[in-house]
């Protein structure tokens, strides 16, 4: 295994619930409702297809870059306060960085929001950090890993990734790399190159490497 690369909202960390409070508040002022049903919509999008999907469910005629404005002030100032790893999730990235496997966080999220992550559960677990303001396409689009694997000079064939949303699992798929899925809002089916669990402690750095194919001779 060359490398691990480590999607963000759901797998690393427990923003889910975050971003929902931040959607539910933004789409009252904007006159609308907002409900866990309308979240799964969005998981593993990005930015502008969550503000395209808020005006066209609220109506309303906020200006676009308003909107945006608003989910990422509210979720930086939410994420001020810390927030929870999920389970296993720094327990894995301690063994991986034990063992010397160089590992990347790529995620759809702005570069201020994995920030304010960053601060909260460490920017030294990561020798990458490949965000949506890194890329021209977010997931499910496979630019995001093809960028992290260019920047650590790996190819993508020999790494995992790690993901929590089908959009990421498509992502990760496209790139050429084996998977990791840990259903978070939607559900993912197992596939070949891919290992779907129900959390990151049932999986260790070994698992992770039977995962890639040997390397050619």
Known sequence: MDAAFFDMDGLLVDTEKVWLKIETEVMKVLGGVWTPEHQTHLVGGSMERTVDYMLAVSGSSVAPEVLRG?????????????????????????????????????TSSLKEIAESVLAAVGREHFDVIVTADDVSRTKPDPEPYLTAAALLGVEPVRCVVLEDSPNGVAAGTAAGCAVVAVPSLLPIEPAAGRLVVSSLTEVDVARLRALVPPASA
Not at 71 to 95: F, K, N, S, T
Request: proline share 5%; hydrophobic share 60%; aromatic share 2%.
């Open 70 to 106: 608003w989910m990422i002030d509210g979720m930086v100032a939410e994420l001020a306060d810390g927030v929870q790893a999920m389970p296993g999730a720094l327990e894995l990235l301690g063994d991986l960085r034990a063992e010397g496997v160089p590992i990347a966080l790529v």
